[in-house]
């Protein structure tokens, strides 16, 4: 599918999506627990539909509506295949849980997941208990022998994916269990796991976050939730904002633990007038500049700010590069490439992008199935001297599918 975005005033009010992280990790909470729970405010996109279709075919019972979703719990697979679409989350959550059942169960995927490594997995689970075997270190992933729990070390310089998935799982193992964490990377997403568990009554010890004791045979106990709004589809119509407009993006949480929520403390670099209130953020034009950012906790900031660095006088360091490898695309490159077609001047140096302001022009574009790169594309387009067509533009259904009629809602030309 192609969208054209024609150079336009984003102005309005638009609520946030609902955060698909906090969606899956809830899906997976109200799996393993016995009995009703009902999630409000849900996230329906491609990877929160594929976190639904896994409990499902784990055993849990989902009722799903226009405003909610209720799952009867229990883990009882009812198929040994388990689909996880192309949600890294989703395989890294669902493989340990999957391993609570001991039988022998494969977790596949599609698109770019499939080139994914998991090899952290397929280690850190045998030293568990479980036996797995994954195809040379990527999907599909074969996972058989229960999970016992007991002692493993993980590197968490990829991703903190993993680690979430064992911490979700290991408090129903029948053994007490102890993590060790090298170079974790992500922190803010553990706390949003840690939330969760804490609110299915679920207890972890964190020890600075290199060391995780959890206390085995947990029960799960079931309880309502409501999904924060997402910091990340947040960012991108604060973004638009910035670059030609104004936008007021309510149904947030100013004090969540979501890292991509930094998106207001980069848009101040930039110079962007900047509004907060009780649940919602205000971000308007004003005289941008370059500016210096650490996004190594953050990286789904990348396609947003290099959108906006494009419009900044001057030359804008986006810190945190190398956590754009193992995405979507490789997305520091396409990134590059990408932008670079609408005469986006943008260079990777090691850990750093370096981003300078320039005329932007009109352009086709290619998101390569990834939904931020298709996302960063079209708000580029808003300041730009002629529309910038989007090939492959459906690819924001991973994250954030009314993405384009919120766009629109807004005033921008979306055709």
């Known amino acids: 599918m192609k969208k054209s975005i024609s150079p336009s005033e984003a102005r309005g009010t638009q609520a946030a999506p609902a955060s698909k992280s906090e969606m899956q990790r809830a899906v997976a909470a109200a799996l393993i627990a016995n009995g009703r729970t009902t999630i409000t405010n849900p996230s329906f996109c491609d990877d929160s539909r594929a976190a639904l279709g896994i409990a499902e075919a784990l055993g849990a019972a989902v009722h799903v509506s226009s405003d909610r979703v209720i799952i009867d719990g ?15 989350l989703g395989v890294r959550m669902f493989t340990p849980i999957a391993a609570l059942t001991g039988r022998q169960m494969t977790l596949t995927g599609r698109g770019s997941l499939l080139k994914r490594p998991v090899s952290t997995i397929e280690e850190s689970l045998s ?12 999907l599909p992933i074969e996972v058989s022998s229960k999970l016992k729990g007991g002692s493993t070390v993980i590197d968490g310089s990829l991703s ?9 799982a290991l408090p129903s193992a029948e053994e007490d269990s102890l993590i060790s964490v090298n170079n974790l990377q992500s922190r803010q997403y553990i706390d949003i796991t840690l939330k969760v568990l804490n609110h299915f009554s679920v207890s972890v010890e964190n020890s600075n976050y290199n060391l995780f004791k959890i206390r085995g ?11 924060e709004g997402d910091w990340s589809g947040a960012a991108f119509l604060l973004c638009a904002g910035a670059i030609r407009g104004q ?7 100013n004090l969540s633990l979501q890292p991509d929520r930094r998106i207001v403390d ?9 509004t907060e209130g009780e649940g919602y953020v205000t971000a308007a034009h004003s005289t941008l500049k370059g500016f210096e950012f650490d996004a190594a906790e953050c990286p789904d900031l990348f396609p947003p700010l290099a959108a906006l660095a494009m419009y900044c006088e001057g030359t804008t360091l986006l810190r945190g590069a190398r956590r754009l490898t ?3 695309s490789d997305r520091g490159a396409v990134i590059k490439n990408e932008l670079g077609r609408l005469n986006g001047n943008i260079e990777l140096d090691g850990d750093c992008m370096v981003i300078k302001g320039s005329r932007v022009t009109g352009g086709t574009t290619d998101s390569h199935g990834d939904h931020r790169i298709a996302m960063a594309c079209a708000i580029a387009a808003l300041g730009a001297e002629g529309p910038v067509v989007i090939d492959h533009a459906e690819s924001i259904d991973k994250s954030y599918h009314e993405f384009y009629e919120h766009l629109a809602a807004l005033g921008v030309n979306v055709q």
């Open 326 to 328: 193992h995405k979507e």
């Open 217 to 227: 045979r947990q029960a799960f106990v079931p309880a309502d939730i409501c999904i």
């Open 247 to 253: 936008v007021r993006v309510t149904g947030l949480n």
């Open 74 to 88: 229990g883990i009882n697979p009812a198929v040994s295949v388990l689909d996880c679409g192309e949600s890294g």
């Open 127 to 138: 030293d568990l208990g479980a036996s797995v075997k994954s195809q040379n270190g990527f």
């Open 266 to 274: 980069a848009l101040r670099l930039a110079g962007a007038d900047i």
């Open 160 to 168: 903190s994916q993993f680690l979430t998935g064992l911490l979700m």
